[in-house]
């Protein structure tokens, strides 16, 4: 092995590969999102923000967040503590409460999925009192609801039983 060899490997230990790799896919994703916001139509002409700013807000923020993420993954192995164990239940509640809604929101409904929904998030987060969990989910389910479907005139879906039931 030459010296060069050993400088090679000694630099790549001090890199925190899944750090850099956060970081890394932090910046695309947030360049992805600012280039595809270039696509959308703004609204009318005396609109002057219009749907892109958004976009480029998120987009920004995800490379702003990203970037020093990457340039400390550079350092990180030098002076970083042992890894800790990752505890994968509240990992997997958090998934599952992402999933949950793609599956069942159009044949459930709204208040029945983000009741659900916000206590698998308050599970992931540790909390113990299901029943209030539910209930405080279903109590912000119907208060999003009445809200989007009423105030604001944006309807959120009811699901098949309550079309069904109240036509």
């Avoid at 990457?70 to 192995?77: C, E, I, T």
């Avoid at 809604?101 to 009192?129: C, D, E, K, N």
Wanted: charged share 10%.
């Amino acid at each position: 092995m030459t010296a060069q060899d050993k400088g090679a490997k000694f630099a790549l230990n001090n890199i925190n590969i899944p750090e850099a790799g956060l970081g890394a896919f932090a910046i695309l994703l947030g360049a992805y999102v600012a280039i595809d916001a270039t696509g959308y139509r703004d609204g009318s002409t005396y609109d002057a923000l219009g749907p892109s700013l958004l976009p480029y807000i998120i987009g920004a923020g995800m490379i702003l967040t990203g970037l020093p993420i990457l340039v400390g993954a550079f350092a990180a192995r030098a002076r970083a503590a042992p890894a800790e164990q990752i505890d994968w239940k509240p990992v997997a509640l958090i998934i599952l409460g992402l999933i949950v809604p793609i599956l069942f929101i159009l044949m459930l409904g709204w208040i029945p999925v983000i009741t659900v929904v916000f206590a698998l998030g308050a599970r992931a987060f540790g909390s113990r009192r299901t029943v209030l969990d539910l209930g405080l989910g279903f109590c912000f389910g119907v208060a999003t609801f009445v809200f989007f479907n009423f105030v604001l005139g944006l309807h959120l879906p009811a699901g098949w039983l309550i079309t069904q039931l109240f036509g």
